[in-house]
């Protein structure tokens, strides 16, 4: 593969394996240095050490780096306010990511969090005490108003039996009522307007006093062990413990400020030095060594790598040596692919890989998935006015929008490109005239414009899929899978058979031969391929031809609804046309206006939705077989500028520093 425009049109353009080779001790500069490109994705193989290779240094890191991580957070967690007040300290210097200074810090970090896990375990002591606190006044807020002594509820009762609780207001006198033929009373009321609180006594609690109870929707309430006193005397005890709590906790928050003003300027530090080492968690097994000889494998865009390169001189101490290749077929499967960089792919790209990754080396589908979801948005809601809306806002928003800007505006041309062609302002179509037609005027005309589309796209994903399977050097699969030669010619003589009956000309003999011809080879290789009994394979080939033709129909009538939703485009602009012919004055226009944002928001994101469903549906599922390995680079900082179609350049040799 090579640098330029052919290598732009596959997935994962000229990516390279690149292989450094360097000391043990810069292996932290270098995961560093790379990560600052947003560029470069580790490899670890298949997890085994290669030949000449014993260790893997990068999980030494992970283990280090990781706990740190860990400690940090949960000290950053519990000081977060007080630390928030100091001041940035200095940047660290290079030989803060040593394995030795990493380890110190590890260290401290242990000592620290020793100390602060301290704090924290008195902080939730005083959170829990809070709580029933809480609690406590909460429930002497439902006993509210009864005027008890409430330690006497606890105190056993020989002969009486002592009930509190809440029933709904509108009950009340019914349950005085039904409790007096059972021989019990309402000793105390606190009538409110929907839940009323009461204090029940009597003889020992009995079945049917508790049916009584349920039928009157009665709520007891538990009285804690913490009253026992009147209701006056536990709300100051309530009081007294407050205070007490708040006083523990101005304590810890000095012991905790305190420890912060000793220790803080250090631990954000140590933040920083972190940050700057946490993308070597991603080198893990990528990178192997044997002694001080340390090997970093992983994948590199081509264009990247003099930029790599500069980097790593800039920021390794020792010699180094930069190898890297183009991967071999055997290894496309293993090869992460990117999405697009260019501003105006990127979207889209990531929108592809919401349906899966592509395979390296495929022929990327970000390009036909752009163009054909713009075409097919102007199809479906061609309006020159509604689509300078969309431009117009995209462009206007585009700092907020971030990557629905591309998408937005490009819909919003590819609808006004349509409206020119319908004659279509803002739903009007008698402002301008169409440089086409209507949809409305002829509708059979783009219900077989919308089909002849399909067919085409369908064809376009097939001979996609064939060449997909030829670069993969694959050619029983480009001549007979489901989107292979032989499958396309049979759909493609099926439907020029079929048009010619439409038309009246009866099956063209040509394709009718082609068609046999097509079927013939087909089913035989699946038969060729099957390896059941005799009946059963017949029923599978039966099964599997049949399919594939009710898949290719029902792909291509999936189609219709790009003519379907450009007649109701047109059918909504009409709808509300004549809603604002019955008003006069500002409704009329009020209702022209409103119902234009109607149209655009909610039929928008309809036709969207429809697009990106014939996208997966009908065209991914047929040529992009999305067993992609996603791509996953080192980060650290802002990713640099890089042009979107860099020039193509001299293959980089092998080189080290002097």
Same mark, same amino acid.
């Given at each position: ?406 998408? $937005?505006? *490009? /819909?919003? @041309? +590819?609808? %006004? &490109? ?10 009007? #179509? ?84 082609? $068609?046999? *011809? /097509?079927? @013939? +080879?087909? %089913? &035989? ?10 009946? #059963? ?122």
């Amino acid at each position: 593969m090579t640098c330029g425009r052919p290598a732009e049109m596959r997935a994962g353009g000229d990516m390279r394996q690149v292989c450094l080779h360097l000391l043990r001790d810069d292996l932290p500069r270098a995961g560093l240095a790379l990560a600052r490109l947003h560029a470069f994705a580790p490899e670890p193989g298949d997890g085994k050490p290669q030949a000449g290779f014993d260790s893997f240094p990068g999980e030494a890191f992970n283990d280090c780096i990781g706990d740190s991580l860990s400690y940090f957070e949960r000290i950053h967690k519990l000081l977060s306010r007080p630390l928030q007040q100091l001041p940035t300290p200095p940047a660290p210097g290079p030989a803060a990511l040593d394995r030795s200074a990493l380890l110190a810090q590890h260290h401290w970090l242990s000592r620290a969090w020793a100390r602060v896990g301290q704090f924290e375990t008195r902080q939730q002591q005083i959170d829990e005490q809070l709580r029933e606190l809480n609690q406590l006044r909460k429930s002497l807020a439902e006993l509210a108003g009864l005027d008890l002594d409430l330690g006497e509820l606890h105190n056993p009762h020989r002969f009486l039996h002592l009930q509190i609780g809440l029933v709904p207001t509108e009950n009340l006198n019914k349950l005085r009522r039904a409790l007096a033929l059972s021989g019990y009373l309402i000793l105390r009321t606190s009538r409110e307007p929907e839940l009323s609180r009461v204090l029940i006594g009597g003889p020992r609690q009995t079945q049917e006093l508790q049916e009584v109870l349920n039928a009157a929707g009665f709520q007891a309430l538990d009285i804690p062990d913490d009253f026992r006193a009147a209701s006056g005397q536990v709300a100051a005890q309530l009081t007294q413990r407050q205070a007490e709590l708040e006083q523990r906790q101005h304590q810890l928050d000095q012991a905790m400020q305190l420890w912060v003003d000793e220790n803080g300027l250090k631990l954000m530090q140590i933040k920083q030095v972190l940050d700057r080492a946490r993308p070597l968690l991603g080198i893990g097994r990528a990178a192997q060594a044997r002694g001080e000889l340390t090997q970093l494998r992983g994948w590199l865009a081509a264009d990247h790598l003099p930029q790599a390169e500069a980097l790593l001189r800039q920021n390794l101490r020792h010699p180094f040596l930069l190898q890297q290749r183009p991967p071999l077929p055997e290894e496309y499967p293993q090869v992460p692919v990117p999405p697009k960089r260019h501003p105006w792919l990127r979207p889209f790209s990531l929108l592809v890989q919401q349906f899966g990754v592509p395979r390296f080396g495929e022929i990327d589908p970000s390009w036909l998935f752009t163009l054909s979801f713009c075409l097919m948005f102007g199809m479906m809601f061609g309006d020159l006015g509604q689509g300078a809306v969309f431009v117009l806002l995209g462009l206007l928003f585009r700092s907020r929008l971030g990557l629905l800007t591309p998408p $937005l505006v *490009l /819909a919003g @041309a +590819a609808s %006004m &490109l349509f409206g020119l062609l319908y004659g279509s302002v803002f739903g009007v #179509e008698h402002w301008i005239e169409p440089l086409w037609r209507s949809p409305l005027s002829d509708p059979a005309l783009m219900l077989g414009y919308a089909l002849a589309w399909g067919v085409g796209f369908i064809t376009l994903g097939s001979v996609i899929a064939i060449i997909n399977r030829l670069l993969e050097q694959d050619l029983t699969g480009a001549l007979f899978d489901a989107s292979g030669v032989f499958s396309l010619v049979l759909y493609l003589s099926l439907v020029g058979g079929l048009y010619g009956l439409a038309q009246g000309d009866g099956f063209h003999p040509a394709a009718l031969l082609l $068609l046999l *011809l /097509a079927l @013939a +080879a087909f %089913m &035989l290789h699946l038969w060729r391929e099957s390896t059941a009994p005799w009946g #059963e394979r017949a029923l599978t080939v039966l099964i599997e031809t049949f399919e594939l033709i009710i898949g290719y129909f029902s792909n291509s009538l999936s189609f219709l609804r790009v003519a379907a939703f450009s007649l109701n485009h047109v059918a909504l602009s009409l709808a509300i046309f004549t809603l604002a012919d019955t008003m006069d004055g500002a409704g009329h226009w009020l209702m022209l206006v409103l119902g234009n944002l109607f149209v655009m928001v909610l039929e928008g994101a309809i036709v969207a939705i429809q697009i990106l469903r014939l996208e997966y549906y009908e065209g991914f599922s047929r040529f992009f077989r999305a067993d992609g390995k996603a791509f996953t680079p080192l980060r650290y900082g802002p990713a640099p500028e890089v042009p979107a179609n860099p020039q193509p350049h001299p293959p980089l040799h092998p080189r080290g520093m002097p």
